[in-house]
């Protein structure tokens, strides 16, 4: 969530922006207070938290410029722009040295300022994301440790301690950020990222974080309660990124398993006539061969060798249709040097013997 502070001496102006952002109905931006002029402004500030001030230039006691000085020297996180009627142009060269995001000309149209807010919120996330990789190389060494940890829980499921490994990487980030407690939810990012990718899971999306999941409902941020605020979006932040970790590693698991049995069907459905033993279908993989066989009996509700025998017995009706061939030389074909052992399977598979099958099939007898 983004705050803005809105700084105008017209109060019907301040209304009309505060209605403006409202309408755009992006939910990751909220006006958290307004002032009449840079003054009030820096007051505001010093008890409240905001991410961006959108400001005129011509007010008493404290201009826009001197405004957006004070927030540069003191708030250096946050980012302005102005708001202003035609004839402040003159303005425009000091705005631009203060590295102000836009200026906009009154009256305020809904789309310019919807554009602003988006170009404001993306220099935001931005320098954050830039200062949280910063810190996480620099730190990297050191945390080495605690990244093992999450990529071991991630590839044995060992699923119970991720709130154990949250608070230590929450104590961890704690250090790393100082007063710099905007960076949370930026620093979880980064941390998040390269933990999948050191679990092969590439690239990641982060949905924003709404007041309403930390159940915080008010518009404005004291500053006194910033530093909690923040800590509660990271810990939710890393709740979700842990979580959303180990459903992409299920669904990624659940495909390689798949592709495994899929590839082993298909091994047999060549090979059926051959001698199989499951060490050398493990080899295909390659896995263990009790962690092949668990597998393909979780996935297909049968063993391997009642899927081997499947095929076996399939074939054999096939062949039990053609007259020339004896029962043993089908039962060699499918893979069975003896041909009792075929007729006793072949029984117990279809409750009759092979030649009961051929007589039934009106076929000429052995």
């Known amino acids: 969530?983004?705050?803005?502070?809105?700084?105008?001496?017209?109060?019907?102006?301040?209304?009309?922006?505060?209605?403006?952002?409202?309408?755009?109905?992006?939910?990751?931006?909220?006006?958290?207070?307004?002032?009449?002029?840079?003054?009030?402004?820096?007051?505001?500030?010093?008890?409240?938290?905001?991410?961006?001030?959108?400001?005129?230039?011509?007010?008493?006691?404290?201009?826009?410029?001197?405004?957006?000085?004070?927030?540069?020297?003191?708030?250096?996180?946050?980012?302005?722009?102005?708001?202003?009627s035609y004839d402040d142009f003159q303005y425009a060269s000091q705005a631009i040295q203060l590295g102000v995001t836009d200026y906009i000309?009154?009256?305020?149209?809904?789309?310019?300022?919807?554009?602003?807010?988006?170009?404001?919120?993306?220099?935001?996330?931005?320098?954050?994301?830039?200062?949280?990789?910063?810190?996480?190389?620099?730190?990297?060494?050191?945390?080495?440790?605690?990244?093992?940890?999450?990529?071991?829980?991630?590839?044995?499921?060992?699923?119970?301690?991720?709130?154990?490994?949250?608070?230590?990487?929450?104590?961890?980030?704690?250090?790393?950020?100082?007063?710099?407690?905007?960076?949370?939810?930026?620093?979880?990012?980064?941390?998040?990222?390269?933990?999948?990718?050191?679990?092969?899971?590439?690239?990641?999306?982060w949905p924003p974080i709404r007041d309403e999941e930390l159940g915080f409902e008010s518009r404005q941020l004291p500053l006194a309660h910033a530093r909690f605020y923040f800590r509660l979006c990271a810990v939710m932040r890393l709740e979700k990124g842990i979580l959303h970790l180990m459903e992409r590693l299920q669904n990624d698991d659940s495909k390689e398993n798949s592709r495994i049995v899929q590839q082993i069907k298909g091994y047999i459905d060549r090979h059926y006539a051959e001698k199989i033993n499951l060490e050398e279908l493990a080899d295909l993989i390659p896995i263990s061969k009790s962690y092949l066989a668990v597998l393909f009996k979780q996935s297909t509700?049968?063993?391997?060798?009642?899927?081997?025998?499947?095929?076996?017995?399939?074939h054999a009706k096939l062949l039990l249709l053609d007259q020339q061939l004896k029962v043993y030389e089908i039962a060699n074909k499918i893979g069975y040097e003896n041909s009792e052992h075929f007729s006793k399977l072949f029984k117990g598979y279809f409750g009759i013997t092979p030649k009961e099958y051929r007589r039934a099939m009106d076929l000429r007898p052995e």
């Not at 230039?57 to 826009?64: A, L, T």
């Not at 509700?301 to 081997?308: A, H, K």
């Open 105 to 205: 000309l009154k009256p305020v149209e809904r789309e310019v300022i919807k554009q602003s807010l988006h170009q404001a919120s993306d220099r935001i996330a931005k320098s954050r994301a830039d200062t949280a990789f910063k810190i996480l190389v620099q730190k990297m060494h050191a945390a080495r440790g605690l990244a093992g940890r999450w990529q071991d829980l991630l590839l044995t499921h060992q699923f119970d301690k991720y709130p154990l490994l949250v608070a230590d990487t929450l104590s961890m980030m704690d250090e790393w950020v100082g007063g710099q407690y905007y960076l949370f939810d930026s620093l979880c990012k980064a941390w998040i990222q390269m933990v999948a990718e050191g679990v092969k899971l590439g690239e990641l999306q």
């Open 1 to 84: 969530m983004y705050r803005i502070l809105i700084v105008d001496d017209e109060p019907h102006i301040r209304e009309g922006i505060t209605a403006k952002i409202d309408q755009c109905g992006n939910t990751s931006l909220t006006v958290s207070g307004a002032a009449s002029n840079g003054s009030d402004a820096l007051k505001w500030l010093q008890a409240h938290y905001a991410d961006i001030c959108i400001t005129d230039i011509r007010m008493p006691v404290m201009d826009g410029i001197g405004l957006i000085r004070s927030i540069r020297v003191h708030y250096p996180w946050m980012q302005c722009f102005i708001v202003s």
């Open 301 to 314: 509700g049968q063993t391997i060798w009642n899927y081997l025998v499947d095929v076996r017995m399939k």
